[in-house]
Every structure is written in C-alpha cells, then in structure tokens.
C-alpha cells in the first residue's frame, strides 16, 4: 500500500513539474507544440474530410447511376403500354356497326385482325357498349353472351367512354403469371358509343416485363415493379406476385413511394438487409418500378480503401508532426536572439526612438526585422506631423461653416461655439460660452429638445432634432440638430455632446407651401379631397363633442359636358373657377367647400342644430348660381344638382356620407336638375336592388333565365299571320317575369347587351328553324336591336356569325332599329346598315314619328319596314292629329316603297282604320299578346281563319275620326 501511495504522489509530482516547466517554456517552445499540434489536427481534418467527400461523392455517382438506369425501364414499359394502347385504339377506330351486328361477325373482326394478337399475347376481345362478351380471340366455347359489366376496367371503360389500363393480376390459368388487360371504347361515326375492344397481356412476357426480371444490379441486386397499391407485379422470384411488396406501415420509403416519392435513398429492402433503393412510377399504368441494390456490396471496395488510408495518415501525421516541432525551433533562434536585444533597448527620448546599430550587421529576417521597425518609427513620427497639421485644419473648417458648430455639458451648457453663431443668431460665439442651449429654445419646441439632450447625454443613439430657436432681435428661425456624444480621451474627463445645427427655415417655409398645396386643388385654389378628409375627421370630432349635426352636401354643375365640348376646356376651367368662387361665398368661416373631381363639389357643415340648416345651404348655393358668369366677354348660365346627407349619430364615416350625398344628387339630375334632394334611407335600398339586379343579370344567360316571346304580325290584306316578332324575357329567380323596360337599359348601362343581343338574336333563327320544319310557314322573324349594339363595330360581323351558325335565311330576319339611335351618328348609321343590307336582312324603323322624324334620312337610309308607335295607335280613334299622322305616314312610306307595321293595336276599329288607309301589317292585343313559344305554334298552326275582315276595295275613308 505505502508503495502504490509512493508512486501515486511521484506521478503528480512529474505532472506538475511538467505544467510549471510547460508555463516557463519560451516563445519558441509554446509555438513548436502549437504549430505541430495545429497541423496534426489539420492532417486529420483533411484526411476526414477528403474521406467523407469521396463516400459522398461514390455515393451520389451509385444513386444517379441507379436512378438512370430506373428511368431508362420506367421510359421502356411507360412506351410499351402507350404503344400498345395506341394499337388498341387505331383498331377500334375501324370498328363498325357491321362488325358487331352479331357474334360471328365481331369473331371474323378479330379473326382478320392479326397485328392486334400479335401484340396481346393472351387475349382479345370484343364486348358491346353494356359489357357483353360478343367474341374473343382465341375462342373458347360457351362464352359469347357473358355479361363482363361487373369487371372495374369494363364498368370504367363504360363509364368514362375512354381508354383505360387495369390494374394487373394473378392469372386464373394456374401458369402464375401477371396479367394486364387494356380496353379502348370504339365509337360510329355519328360519335355514339357501340362497343369495347380489350387486349390482355402476360406481363413476364420477355418483350414486357420478363427481360427486366432478369437484370441485375451488382451480384445480388435486383429489380421489382409493384402497382399503385403496393402488389408486387414483377419480381425475380416468381412465387410473391401478386403479394404485397412490404407489410403495411412497414417501410417508410415504400410508403412515400406509393404516394409518389421518386429518387434514391438507403432503406431497409424487403429481405431486411440495408441497400440503396430507387423509385420510379410509369405515369400510364401508375405502376412503380424499383431497383434494390445492397450497400455492403456497394461499399466493399470503398470500405477496405478506407482503412488502407487511414493507416497511411496516421503514419504520415506523426512523421509530419516531429518534423515540423524540429524546424519551428530551429527558425525560432534567431527571433529569440532579436526579441533579448530589444528587451534590452531603454527609450529615453521623448519620441520612439530607432534600433541602435547592433542589428546592422545581421542578416535574414532579422536584418529584414530591424529595418521594418525603423521605418515604422519614422512612419509614426510623419503621423503625427499630419495629425497636428489635421487638427488645425478642422478648426479652420469649424471656424469657417455655414453649420453652426457647438459644444456642450451633458446639461445644455455651451462650452464652445463656431463664429459662424453671429450670423445666424445675431450673438457672438463669446456670449454663447455658458449659456445653456434650452434658454434660447421656443417654449413649444424645449420639452422636445431636453429629451433630445438625454438621449444623446447616454449614447444611446444620435438624435436629429428640428426646433425653433430665438435670434437677438427676437425672431425664431427653424434648427436642425444633430447631436452626438463625445467620450474624452482620458476616462476622468466628463463626456460632452457635439451639436451641429443648421438654419432651415427656407426649408420649413417651403414645407409649408407643399402642404397646403397638397390639400388644394390646382385649378379652383378651394380644398381638395385630401383636405376635405382631415376636415370631416374634425368636424366628426365637433359633433360628437357638442352633440351636433355634420352635413356633406354633393354638387353636380347640370350639362356642364356642353359647355365644355362646344367652347372647350379652357372655358370650361374658368367657369369651374367661378363657380367655385360663387359658392364659397355661400358658406361660413367653419365650413368646407372641396372640388371632388371634374365639376362635383363637395361642400361640408359640421356644427349643425338640425337637417333645415343644411337644406337652406343647398337653395342658397342654388340661387347664387342664377346669376349668368361671365367668361371671355360672354355669358354663361348653369344650374346645379344637389344631394344632401346629414350624420345622424356620431358613427357616420365619411365614405357613406358622400355615396348617400352622391344617390341624392343623381336623384336630384333624374328630376331635371337645378334642384336639392334630401337623402333618405329608401334611396339607397332602391341602389341596393338594382346592385342586385345587375350583379343577377351577369349570370342570366348561363342560369337560362332568359326567354323570348312571340307576338304575331297579322297581314291586313290576307287577314292571316304575316310574321312574328321576338320580345325578350327575363324570369327572375326571386321577383319573376322582369319587364324589358326595367332590365335592358341595366344591361345597355353595364356593357352586357351585347351577349343578350346576341344570345337573343341565335335563340330566334334557331327556334324559327324548328318551327319552319314542323310545318310553319316561312314568315319572317323581327329582333330588335339595342343603341349600343348598334354602335359596336362588330354588329354585322356577329350577325352573320349567327346566320352561318344556325343556316338561318337572312331573308327571313329583320332587324327593328329606333329613329333616335340612327340619328345619332348619320354616316356611321349609313355604313352599318350597308354592312346589314348585304347580309340580306331587312331592316325596320321602330318607333317612327317619337324622335326626329326627317323626311330626308328616310331617302338616305335603306330601309325596308316602317312601324308606326303605338303612341300614335292609342289615341288614333280619339284624336283627329293622331289620325292626320297615321295617315301621313302610311303614304309617305308608299311613296317611299317602304311596307307599314301598326303597334299597340287593341281595338277592332283601329285594325278597320288602318286597313282602309293602306297599312300592310298589324301587332298588338286585338290578335294576340306576347306568348310562349309553344303557345305561338299552336296559334300559328291553328286553322286558317281571317284575324281581320278584309275592306272593300272601293271603300275611302273621308273622315279621319270614327264617331
């Protein structure tokens, strides 16, 4: 026991004298053991790592290997079923009704069909379009007739009327083969569906899957294919088809794979033995092909060079080591020799001063050494030259800067200030010197520049600071200040904060003018939106403060378009201008008036006791503008529209506001203008249900939701049907049958009369076709065209697209167009009924006698019916002028060659007037009123009745009232 103790203390006390010799141990020492430990680790670093990267890099080369030649089978079986599907369906293609019109003929269609069995090995069959076996190649017996439907690839094939591949299975044959069966639906030449050709293949057939059983990867890899769910379809051993590749859950990556992964990565394969396993599926079939190739046989030669290199590094790190601990401390002598003669060397001038002359004489890098440090000490000396020449130049720039420079306690104090102090302050840099920076500070701007000062004071950051500060006569000009905190040198010296301050009251004044710049408008010099916003925040304030009304009133100059399409803008501006003017001189200090856009003004009153206050605003604002304006020596009259909106509580926004102001205003511009309209809670319910209207109207046509009615046209001189006319219906979801007069002029307004017109337009030629061929006689359809249909360039384009379309005879289409839409634009009115008119259509004037009536468009025009309006039809037995019209108008259309339609005929004595006056054609209730279509078949199919008694012929009508 005293002896273990003994050699126990003897290793400490060898440990420590170690550690203390290792403490006292040169510079040259502790660099040998450094440098050589250094490089030992870095050999080692080295070496792992050029042994890790070439691992991976093996790694990775075997992984693209392996998925090359997974992609090279995957692209091989993925063009081999295309191929066979292709053939498939090139041969279903020639399939015909005579081929499968019984049994024996569908037989002797796969009997001549050789090409086809030679690429389905097994099988080929012939099913009809329910499933039922009607031949198969080879023949077996008792077989024809099998109802097949219940098979998944037959129903889905029945199902979809596409090609499909099935997924494989174990033949029922006992040879343990893999089947694939492929069907492909074969079609008439009328497009119907007449029956199923499928094929079935062998899937180890050496030309499909039977030569990849065979390949293998190293020694013992291999490759396997498995369906979408998993069931192995090929594999070298023969007796797990059909079987699960991998129990459930029991290998991840197969997993992964099944729900598409695709690539390489190290598993478990289904022996159990850890391998490289691949993955990729055959997008036709959805099936997976992998590829398993054992890592132990990989790496068998990677894992025994490894060790080889191993050895040789440690071997050659020890060598390098001891080396490298020997050559250190040789080169190390001659520093150590240099750093004794340094240490040696008492500096006893007042700059650093250079070596002596013992180290002249000395060669290498001590010579190279002691050069380099004389020099460096003449370097040190030119420094500090330049620093003292910097230093003067900095208090020349200080002295000299248009930026007052100034220095102070981490109070406020001034312990020095630039000169340039007397011209921006009036004070001398000498009267500055104690005085505190807050002193001069303007009594809004100090709290802001005492907080400035703490934080510069604790270096937390270098603040900006923009304040007004107090000149000698008295006058503030705007600072901006930067303040830094300035440590001295020596720890003992209180810190002290450097401020640089800049006169920028050019600056602030400039600032101002952008900012009330940007909350005026350019032309007019009242508030814009952006000012008007700031206001309706405070007046918001006010109301709910004092409990008072706020009130935004939206004024629309009425035509002012006019004014500025006949004298242009620039008197269109200078209107707007006075305008502006004469309204503000309508309104209080507090109150705000703001040009909206174009010539809308917003005018808005906070404070308000009640509603009245703000309607007796809008007739004064009225009234003010009767006076005529007067603009480049001429007088210019305007009136305006006026929508008022008042907050009712204190929770008005101002985005409400003005939309209810707006709803006001269009409703004041819909009685005329030159008025005031309140808003009231039922204006915007009445916005609310044509919003919806609009928004139910865009989805009309592809809910069917549109339908026409047809009104018959009655021949005065036959008595029977001469024609019909297509009126359009929309029977909506919630509120019914909708007038044409409620809906059109919605869909003229949101651009979608366009599709109506044209869906209108197609449902008439299609439906009058069916018509024709049951037996209607072929009388002319009338369609009415829109205004903005009218002016779209591509009207006539779009009517003979539709002709084209249903084969329609242009002959028996007129299309109704209103005096007021041609007058619009004459010549384009010209040019677009020329387009029509060598379409063949006829085209009708609706509505003659209610806009324009001029004779001399009517020559212009090539026009083919005339159609009086039933304003005129009404009153005509009443009303002696309404009869003179009538009467007018039906001789100048004789004159003008130009056939006559009467509307809104309702009585019997209307229908004798107008057939004794000429008229060729009748409408309205007295025949019929608008029906169905299968109510107007059954009228028009009806037995041939007189509608109308037909007049004698010698009979004139002398008076133009019937009493």
């Not at 037989?107 to 379009?129: E, I, K, W």
């Not at 508030?527 to 925040?537: G, I, P, Y």
């Not at 029977?720 to 409620?742: D, Y």
């Not at 379309?805 to 010209?830: A, G």
């Amino acid at each position: 026991m005293l002896n273990i103790r003994g050699l126990r203390s003897g290793r400490s006390a060898r440990l420590a004298s170690l550690g203390r010799h290792l403490s006292r141990s040169t510079l040259a020492t502790k660099t040998s053991t450094a440098t050589s430990l250094l490089f030992l680790v870095a050999i080692l670093a080295v070496g792992t790592t050029a042994l890790y990267s070439f691992r991976s890099k093996l790694l990775d080369v075997m992984v693209a290997d392996q998925d090359r030649l997974l992609q090279r089978v995957a692209d091989s079986q993925e063009q081999k079923l295309l191929s066979l599907q292709k053939a498939l369906i090139q041969s279903a293609s020639e399939i015909r009704d005579a081929d499968i019109a019984s049994s024996d003929a569908a037989q002797r269609y796969l009997d001549t069909n050789t090409g086809l069995y030679a690429g389905f090995d097994r099988s080929t069959f012939l099913f009809s379009d329910k499933g039922i076996l009607l031949a198969e190649r080879p023949y077996r017996p008792n077989r024809r007739g099998d109802n097949a439907s219940w098979r998944p690839y037959i129903r889905d094939t029945i199902g979809t009327q596409r090609s499909i591949i099935s997924e494989p299975f174990l033949t029922n044959v006992g040879d343990g083969n893999m089947v694939l069966v492929m069907t492909t639906p074969a079609f008439a030449k009328d497009g119907r569906f007449i029956a199923i050709l499928t094929g079935s293949i062998g899937l180890t057939n050496p030309g499909l899957l039977g030569n990849v059983a065979k390949t293998v990867i190293g020694k013992t890899g291999y490759i396997f294919i498995v369906s979408a769910d998993g069931k192995l379809i090929m594999h070298p051993d023969r007796t797990r088809l059909s079987r699960p590749a991998y129990a459930a859950a029991a290998n991840p990556l197969f997993d992964r794979a099944i729900r598409g992964f695709e690539g390489t990565e190290p598993a478990l394969d289904p022996d159990g033995r850890e391998a490289l396993i691949s993955y990729k599926s055959v997008p036709s079939s959805n099936w997976i092909v992998a590829a398993v190739y054992p890592k132990d046989e990989a790496f068998a030669a990677v894992n025994e060079l490894v060790w080889r290199f191993v050895a040789f590094l440690l071997v050659a790190s020890v060598v390098m080591v001891i080396a490298v601990w020997l050559l250190t401390r040789f080169l190390m002598q001659p520093l150590v020799s240099l750093t004794r003669h340094l240490a040696r060397y008492t500096d006893t001038e007042e700059r650093l001063a250079p070596l002596g002359s013992d180290n002249k004489h000395a060669s290498g890098e001590i010579r190279a050494l002691t050069t380099t440090f004389n020099r460096l000490t003449g370097r040190l000396h030119e420094r500090e030259d330049a620093l003292i020449e910097t230093m003067r130049s900095h208090k020349l720039i200080t002295e000299n800067s248009t930026d007052l420079i100034t220095k102070h306690t981490p109070e406020g104090a001034i312990t020095y200030a630039s000169p340039v102090s007397e011209s921006v302050l009036g004070l001398a840099h000498t009267e500055l010197i104690g005085h505190s920076l807050l002193e001069f500070v303007h009594p809004e701007d100090y709290e802001v520049v005492r907080v400035a000062f703490g934080f510069a004071a604790q270096g937390q950051s270098q603040p900006t600071v923009i304040y007004r500060t107090r000149r000698r006569d008295q006058n503030y000009v705007w600072f901006e200040t930067t303040l830094r905190l300035m440590k001295g040198i020596s720890t003992e010296k209180t810190p002290e904060i450097l401020c640089i301050s800049r006169d920028i009251s050019e600056r602030k004044r400039m600032e101002g003018r952008l900012h009330e710049l940007a909350r005026t408008d350019h032309l007019t010099d009242i508030a814009n939106r952006v000012l008007l916003s700031e206001r309706f925040a405070l007046g918001l304030t006010r109301a709910r403060r004092e409990g008072s009304l706020l009130a935004m009133l939206m004024i629309d100059i009425d035509r002012f378009k006019n004014i500025n399409d006949s004298l242009g803008h620039s008197v269109g501006d200078a209107l707007l201008k006075l305008v502006a003017a004469r309204l503000s001189s309508c309104i209080r200090e507090d109150d705000t008036l703001a040009r909206w856009g174009g010539d809308e003004f917003v005018l808005l009153l906070p404070g308000l006791i009640d509603s009245d206050t703000a309607a007796t605003v809008a007739e004064r604002c009225i009234n003010s503008l009767k006076e005529p304006f007067v603009v480049d020596g001429q007088g210019l009259r305007v009136t305006a529209s006026i929508g008022v909106s008042v907050a009712q509580d204190s929770a008005a926004d101002s985005e409400t506001m003005l939309s209810n102001a707006d709803t006001a205003m269009y409703r004041a511009k819909a009685r005329g203008g030159n008025c005031m309209i309140m808003y009231t809670a039922q204006m915007s319910e009445g916005a609310r249900s044509r919003l919806s209207m609009e928004n139910a109207l865009f989805h009309a046509i592809e809910r069917h939701e549109l339908l026409l009615h047809y009104q018959p046209l009655i021949s005065t001189r036959t008595g029977r049907l001469a024609g019909v006319e297509a009126l359009i219906r929309w029977k909506h979801p919630e509120r019914g049958l909708v007038s044409p007069a409620e809906f059109i002029p919605i869909a003229e307004e949101t651009g979608q009369i366009g599709a109506i017109g044209e869906w209108v337009l197609r449902t008439a030629c299609t439906q009058m076709d069916s018509w024709y061929r049951r037996g209607l006689p072929r009388i002319a359809i009338s369609v009415n065209v829109s205004s903005r249909q009218f002016r779209q360039d591509s009207l006539a384009n779009t009517v003979k697209a539709v002709l084209d379309e249903t084969h329609f005879d242009p002959k028996l289409l007129e299309l109704e167009l209103t005096e007021s839409l041609l007058m619009d634009d004459i010549e384009r009115s010209r040019t677009i009924l020329a387009e029509l008119k060598s379409l063949g259509v006829s085209v009708a004037l609706d509505d003659f006698g209610t806009g324009y009536s001029s004779l001399s468009y009517l020559k212009g025009f090539q026009l083919d019916t005339l159609k009086i309006d039933r304003a005129f039809t009404a009153e005509l037995m009443t009303s002696e002028t309404n009869a003179s019209i009538v009467r007018a108008t039906i001789g100048l259309a004789k004159g003008l060659r130009l056939r006559t339609v009467a509307e809104g005929v309702e009585t019997r004595a209307q229908a004798d007037f107008l057939a004794r006056q000429g008229c060729d054609v009748l409408q309205g209730f007295l025949f019929a009123r608008p029906m169905e279509p299968d109510a107007f078949l059954s009228f028009a199919l009806a037995s041939h009745t007189y509608l109308l008694s037909r007049p004698p012929h010698e009979e004139h009508e002398k008076l133009g009232v019937t009493r």
